[in-house]
């Protein structure tokens, strides 16, 4: 009954894979495969089986860790809604009280989760047998690759799933998933390319050591999942929607919340006892003292925890040991910022609806700007202050290595300046969203998509124009992506110049191309330029949207 005539896994892919967007969703990612392919496949170059083609093996691993990194982001996006929807939907309880044992459900909505992910994979496995020609690349290699790619898909599966029985709402599991899966991913991709000159190893590595490796810890996270739905310590709603901050306090383990002490109040303000003042904004004060948090702070505390873990190593590394690599640990804490800044802006206008309350909100006498801004501010103040918990090092590194980093004290505020309009056009684009949909699960993944399209498209692009060669077309193309990538804070921190005190002889060359020291001021003054825009337009048309109260209600 796990698999065969599993009502769950019946149910699940009938909804799934028969729906109009998973037909779209595998036509977009063959087209964005196949275009990949086509820009970076080398021109001119002669079919040699016999020689050895390192632009064959480069655009193998590029296509691999590509289609790695689309896995670890969509994986979660599957799996980490699967229990945890049912919890929002209601009908959690009606699941638990069907003669399904725990496993079938496990079983059922981890198969159903993965498959749709699955036949993605496999249907561009097609498209790079293209390169084989090419020779440097073996077919055992290929499927060896595609292998270790879906144990791995499996891996990221059971974490979302453990994730989406232990949290009560789908943005909490699926942002602690994201975490949890980052490392994973940075050490798979750090694995795959530092074994890029040995192809036997690293084949023998990805066939018959870690697919055993994957599997065990896959089954843990599983049996865990089964035995929670075997014994739920989250049945019944009577009082189980909002959770008693204290007595959560007394019963955790690991790091406590204190929410009436410095810097804790910072993101976890406590709840007022006091009568609100007459000039306060109210939909501010609903958000921050009591909607936020009302489901606890276990995410909360996971997302201190292990992002400050992340970045223990990173500091230490590219602050301290290379300094010439301070600009990818900003990039960490830009990624950070994305996948954290939609679970608290993202729902800010579709739980209304859910809840029905919408209608109720907007004919109070606030006006328009007071809920824009109320909404806004909330979700950003809580996104904001755990990302700049990631800066602190930052300033450590300016004060411990202050004859390193003191000429550069400009460099260093530009650095704060990028993560500071991010953080704005993140929570702005997260609201802008739940503008438009209906449902807290959409918006996210919306804005997940437009961060995903805005800020990682042009590196994707540039990292494949630039290995496509060095001819003239080739530099008018990655010209191009330079000008498409102004808008991403992830170039425009490596951007910005840095002088000889940091930078060795031979590392003084950016992510655009030229010399860091020689200065690229004006694409980093353009990109804030271009974030500020778009950020007024953006909170321009969610203000069109409150003041047409009628379209906002969909009525």
């Given at each position: 009954?796990?698999?065969?005539?599993?009502?769950?896994?019946?149910?699940?892919?009938?909804?799934?894979?028969r729906a109009n967007r998973a037909f779209v969703l595998l036509l977009v990612y063959q087209l964005a495969l196949a275009s990949v392919l086509l820009v970076a496949y080398p021109s001119g170059q002669r079919v040699d089986l016999s020689t050895d083609s390192s632009a064959a093996r480069q655009l193998v691993d590029f296509f691999f860790l590509?289609?790695?990194?689309l896995a670890s982001l969509m994986a979660p996006t599957f799996a980490a809604g699967a229990i945890s929807g049912e919890k929002e939907r209601k009908t959690y309880e009606m699941l638990l009280a069907s003669p399904l044992r725990p496993w079938a459900i496990v079983i059922g909505k981890m198969v159903a989760s993965l498959?749709?992910?699955?036949?993605?994979?496999?249907?561009?496995?097609?498209?790079?047998?293209?390169?084989?020609?090419?020779?440097?690349?073996?077919?055992?290699?290929?499927?060896?690759?595609?292998?270790?790619?879906?144990?791995?898909?499996?891996?990221?599966?059971?974490?979302?799933?453990?994730?989406?029985?232990?949290?009560?709402?789908?943005?909490?599991?699926?942002?602690?998933?994201?975490?949890?899966?980052?490392p994973l991913v940075i050490v798979g991709a750090l694995f795959w390319r530092g074994l890029e000159s040995s192809g036997s190893l690293r084949l023998w590595i990805a066939i018959a050591v870690l697919p055993p490796l994957y599997l065990t810890v896959s089954a843990l996270l599983c049996r865990w999942t089964a035995h929670r739905l075997l014994y739920p310590p989250d049945v019944g709603s009577e009082g189980k929607d909002v959770v008693d901050l204290e007595e959560e306090s007394r019963n955790a383990i690991g790091m406590v919340i204190q929410r009436d002490q410095f810097p804790d109040r910072l993101f976890a303000p406590p709840?007022?006892?006091?009568?609100?003042?007459?000039?306060?904004?109210?939909?501010?004060?609903?958000?921050?003292?009591?909607?936020?948090?009302?489901?606890?702070?276990?995410?909360?505390?996971?997302?201190?925890?292990?992002?400050?873990?992340?970045?223990?190593?990173?500091m230490a590394a590219f602050l301290f040991i290379r300094p010439q690599y301070s600009p990818w640990y900003i990039a960490y804490v830009l990624v950070f910022n994305i996948l954290v800044a939609p679970v608290f802006s993202a729902g800010a206008l579709t739980s209304e609806r859910e809840r029905q309350t919408l209608e109720l909100l907007l004919t109070t006498q606030l006006q328009p700007w007071q809920i824009l801004w109320g909404k806004l501010l909330a979700g950003f103040r809580v996104s904001y202050v755990l990302t700049m918990f990631l800066m602190w090092p930052m300033i450590l590194a300016f004060v411990l290595a202050f004859q390193m980093y003191h000429t550069n004290w400009l460099a260093v505020l530009a650095?704060?300046?990028?993560?500071?309009?991010?953080?704005?056009?993140?929570?702005?684009?997260?609201?802008?969203?739940?503008?438009?949909?209906?449902?807290?699960?959409?918006?996210?993944?919306?804005?997940?998509?437009?961060?995903?399209?805005?800020?990682?498209?042009?590196?994707?692009?540039?990292?494949?124009?630039?290995?496509?060669?060095?001819?003239?077309?080739?530099?008018?193309?990655?010209s191009w992506i330079k000008l498409a990538g102004i808008a991403s804070p992830l170039m425009a921190c490596f951007w910005i110049p840095l002088d000889a005190n940091i930078l060795d002889a031979g590392m003084s060359t950016s992510v655009s191309g030229?010399?860091?020291?020689?200065?690229?001021?004006?694409?980093?003054?353009?990109?804030?330029?271009?974030?500020?825009?778009?950020?007024l337009l953006m909170l321009a048309v969610i203000s069109a949207f409150l003041r047409n109260r009628w379209g906002m209600t969909g009525r």
């Open positions: 009954m796990l698999l065969t005539e599993n009502p769950v896994l019946q149910r699940e892919l009938l909804t799934n894979l590509g289609q790695y990194v498959t749709h992910l699955a036949v993605l994979i496999i249907a561009s496995l097609p498209i790079i047998m293209l390169a084989l020609p090419l020779g440097g690349v073996s077919i055992y290699e290929v499927l060896g690759a595609y292998l270790w790619l879906l144990i791995s898909i499996v891996l990221f599966g059971s974490i979302g799933l453990a994730c989406s029985c232990g949290f009560q709402r789908t943005a909490s599991s699926l942002v602690v998933s994201y975490l949890i899966i980052l709840r007022r006892t006091a009568l609100m003042r007459d000039d306060a904004n109210p939909v501010y004060d609903k958000e921050i003292h009591a909607e936020l948090f009302s489901q606890g702070t276990l995410m909360l505390r996971l997302v201190i925890q292990i992002s400050m873990l992340l970045a223990i190593p990173l650095f704060f300046a990028i993560v500071f309009t991010a953080a704005v056009f993140n929570s702005v684009s997260a609201l802008f969203c739940s503008a438009i949909s209906r449902k807290t699960s959409v918006a996210m993944l919306l804005s997940y998509s437009m961060l995903i399209v805005v800020y990682f498209l042009p590196v994707a692009a540039w990292y494949v124009a630039s290995s496509v060669g060095s001819d003239e077309s080739s530099l008018l193309l990655l030229s010399a860091t020291a020689g200065g690229e001021w004006l694409m980093v003054l353009i990109y804030f330029a271009i974030a500020f825009t778009s950020v």
